[in-house]
T-cell receptor, first 108, second 118 residues
Framework: DAKTTQPPSMDCAEGRAANLPCNHS???????VYWYRQIHSQGPQYIIH???NNETNEMASLIITEDRKSSTLILPHATLRDTAVYYC?????????FGTGTRLTVIP | GAVVSQHPSRVICKSGTSVKIECRSL??????MFWYRQFPKQSLMLMAT?????????EQGVEKDKFLINHASLTLSTLTVTSAHPEDSSFYIC??????????????FGNGTRLTVT
């Protein structure tokens, strides 16, 4: 599985878009990019995943660069409940290995 | 959507006793489940892969005789922490993927079990 790099922390004002970057420069052709988040003392929550095309669902948008070496998770209108640790992962295998993630704090 | 249920959510036990944690897939069958451990302010670490009807696969450094995993059915995996010690106190989380879905479908996680060994 390709290694991912994320900033350790970010702040975002409530109501604004939160853009969380992730570098995965060693991603291979068949590996997907997955995003999860973990709110304190809970299990990780699936957000979105993609291979090479941009993806959008009810929670977020995922923008993957053309060379697939990086991606950005976008929360269009951050709320206080979006405060969490966000994990970006890549995998072609059956399991997921977690990095250190980005701690997003949404500020009122 | 797919739901993974973990029980108990919290458990306190005395040093030297054993604790069993259950992980159930409620609305799908899972031939494979995964067990993670998370210490305070750290990320999740994969402990083992639980395979229905066969032995679990443990990650390097995880003692298989201490962390017993049983996956007797397509909807239930259990993790037993044997002879628990205070250093085993941690947040244990399981996950599973719908066995009938595509290989890239997301894993679903339980809400974790906080184990405190006194």
């Amino acid at each position: 599985d390709a290694k991912t790099t994320q900033p350790p922390s970010m702040d975002c004002a409530e109501g604004r878009a939160a853009n969380l970057p992730c570098n995965h420069s060693t991603i291979s052709g068949n590996e997907y990019v997955y995003w999860y988040r973990q709110i304190h003392s809970q299990g990780p929550q699936y957000i979105i995943h993609g291979l090479k095309n941009n993806e959008t669902n009810e929670m977020a948008s995922l923008i993957i660069t053309e060379d697939r070496k990086s991606s950005t998770l976008i929360l269009p209108h951050a709320t206080l409940r979006d405060t969490a640790v966000y994990y970006c992962m890549t995998t072609g295998a059956n399991n997921l290995f977690f990095g250190t993630g980005t701690r997003l704090t949404v500020i009122p | 959507g797919a739901v993974v249920s973990q029980h108990p959510s919290r458990v306190i036990c005395k040093s030297g006793t054993s604790v069993k944690i259950e992980c159930r897939s409620l609305d799908f069958q899972a031939t494979t489940m995964f067990w993670y451990r998370q210490f305070p302010k750290q990320s999740l670490m994969l402990m083992a892969t639980s395979n229905e009807g066969s032995k679990a696969t443990y990650e390097q450094g995880v003692e298989k005789d201490k962390f017993l995993i049983n996956h007797a059915s397509l909807t239930l995996s259990t993790l037993t922490v044997t002879s628990a010690h205070p250093e085993d106190s941690s947040f244990y989380i399981c996950s599973a993927r719908d066995g009938g879905s595509s290989y890239n479908s997301p894993l679903h996680f339980g809400n974790g079990t906080r184990l405190t060994v006194t």
